[in-house]
């Protein structure tokens, strides 16, 4: 794949990542709730109301982006995420050694929250994700990808109570994944 063709794939993406994000806000509300968790552990995340969880998700976790560093790490190549079900970002990676795409294939590299987004949107489209979300923390973010979005049944409500002040990754430390 040419630059050319990559900068063009790029916008696609973002465009559907657009379309997938719009869509989960109509159909779940995602982006309207008052807090959002995430369990790494369970490799999930949630969103609630005052009155309680209301939307889950599953999640593959593509990368995060440092303000101190400004550069981009897969979350395929962060240590700090050994052990923990990333899901399959790595075909995104493949993608990138098989199209000879540097930025699809490098673990680091120089970047800016511009390119966190466009990573997470290539990755999307790749993996024909339901949406993305963007968790910050003290030294960057963290781009996730949702998929198997549902409203979260009453009688399992128990077991998505918030782990941490709102919106924090629980089970690891936040800040460092950041790359």
């Not at 994700?129 to 996730?144: E, H």
Request: hydrophobic share 35%.
């Amino acid at each position: 794949m040419t630059y050319t063709e990559f900068e063009k794939f790029i916008g696609e993406s973002t465009a559907y990542l657009q379309a997938c994000n719009d869509r989960a806000n109509r159909d779940f509300g995602v982006g309207d709730y008052s807090r959002y968790d995430c369990d790494l552990t369970r490799n999930e995340i949630w969103w609630s109301s005052e009155e309680g969880p209301r939307v889950r998700a599953k999640l593959t976790i593509v990368g995060s982006w440092s303000t101190s560093s400004e550069t981009w790490l897969w979350a395929w190549a962060n240590p700090h995420l050994s052990g923990v079900d990333i899901g399959p970002i790595d075909k995104v990676r493949n993608f990138g050694e098989d199209e000879g795409i540097p930025k699809l294939a490098e673990r680091k590299w120089e970047a800016d929250e511009v390119d966190g987004w466009e990573m997470t949107a290539v990755a999307a489209r790749l993996l024909e994700s339901q949406g993305a979300y963007c968790s910050p923390n003290r030294s960057g973010f963290l781009f996730m990808l949702y998929d198997s979005l549902e409203f979260i049944p009453e009688e399992e409500s128990q077991r998505y109570l918030p782990l941490k002040k709102g919106g924090q990754v629980d089970s690891t430390n936040s800040d460092a994944l950041s790359s």
